[in-house]
Every structure is written in structure tokens, then in C-alpha cells.
């Protein structure tokens, strides 16, 4: 049985993140979205609402799980009997810190991370960007799912809008 992790602050998810999940639920016999409950950043969506989002959006998938961390990433994989954790790269720019993480990780518990290649189409996709948009008014339909966009606009109501 093979089980993977798929861990990120997703604040919010995203289709890229989302597209990532799918995939890697097809390679897989059992997936566990890792929502960490600390994101280095402050978040605009608390843990609960973050996990909240994931689990409706994977309704669709039966073997997926989430779940929620703190403290080190290995230490959940090993609880959580996963043998390996799949990261979305989007760019060359990801690469540095990503693979920087998953030698740290293989290092400390030699948990290994493969890399899933984004969809072209959400390359340029990012939480941070997608809250900054959101935030001044924009549109950020067709790169959030419907519920996110939701509550991308339930958060941010009452802030500045421009409609750019
Ligand atoms: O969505 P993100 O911000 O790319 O997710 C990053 C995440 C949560 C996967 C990463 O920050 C993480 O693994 N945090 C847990 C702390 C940890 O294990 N650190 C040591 C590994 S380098």
C-alpha cells in the first residue's frame, strides 16, 4: 500500500493545488492532505477554515484524506505511514527551496519527496498572489475553485476595489 502526503499551507487551496492532489491521487493508493497548522506567514484563513475548504473540495476523491500538523512535516509522514511526499513544482524559482527541503527531510528521516510538474496552465498560480488580488478587488475567478472564491470574498469584503 502505498500512501502519499501532499502538504502545503494552502491558504487558500487553489486549482493548482487541487490539480496536484488529483494527480497525485491517481498514482497512489491513499492520499493525506497536510495542511500545516503554522504557516510561516501569517494566514488569512485560520487552520480549521483551511481544512475545512480541502475537505469539500476532495469529496469526489474516496482515498484522500486531510489532515493538519504542526512541528516537523517527517514527523507526520512517519505517523501517518506515508512513504513519500509529493510537492507541485511550478518554475525553476521553486526548484531552490523545494529541493532544499526534500534533501532536509530525506535527511531527517529519509522521507523521500517527488516532484509533480504543474499544469501549465496554473504555472503561474500562488496563495500569495491570489490573496493579493482578492484583497484589492480582482477577479481571480477559473484559479480558485468557486468555494474559495467564496470566501476569498467573505474575508475580504469591505476592503478597497478597483475591478481591475
Ligand atoms: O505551501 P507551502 O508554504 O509551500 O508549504 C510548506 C510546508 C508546509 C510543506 C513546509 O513549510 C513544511 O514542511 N513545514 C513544516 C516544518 C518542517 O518540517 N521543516 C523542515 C523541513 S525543511
Known amino acids: 500500500m502505498h500512501k502519499a502526503l ?3 499551507s494552502f491558504d487558500p487551496p487553489t486549482l493548482g493545488h487541487l490539480d496536484v492532489i488529483e494527480r497525485t491521487a491517481q498514482l497512489f493508493d491513499e492520499v493525506v492532505v497536510a495542511v500545516v497548522a503554522n504557516p510561516e506567514k501569517a494566514s488569512a484563513f485560520d487552520l480549521e477554515q483551511r481544512t ?13 484524506k ?4 504542526s512541528g516537523l512535516l517527517v514527523d507526520y509522514a512517519l505517523e501517518q505511514g506515508a512513504s513519500c511526499i509529493v510537492k507541485g513544482l511550478r518554475a525553476v524559482s521553486d ?5 532544499q527541503q526534500a534533501q532536509m527531510n530525506q535527511q531527517l528521516a529519509d522521507v523521500d519527496t517527488m516532484f509533480m510538474a504543474a499544469r ?18 480582482g477577479s481571480v475567478t477559473g484559479q480558485v ?12 469584503s469591505g ?3 478597483h475591478g481591475c
Not at 486531510?66 to 500538523?69: D, I, L
Not at 501549465?120 to 478587488?137: E, H, M, N, W
Open 6 to 8: 501532499c502538504p502545503g
Open 52 to 64: 475545512q475548504m480541502l475537505e469539500a473540495l476532495t469529496t469526489h476523491l474516496p482515498h484522500v
Open 66 to 69: 486531510v489532515g493538519s500538523f
Open 95 to 99: 526548484f531552490d527551496y523545494e529541493i
Open 120 to 137: 501549465p496552465a496554473y504555472s503561474f498560480l500562488s496563495s500569495s498572489l491570489i490573496k493579493q488580488v482578492a484583497s484589492l478587488g
Open 145 to 156: 475553485p468557486a468555494l474559495v472564491e467564496e470566501a476569498l470574498r467573505a474575508r475580504f
Open 159 to 161: 476592503r478597497s476595489s
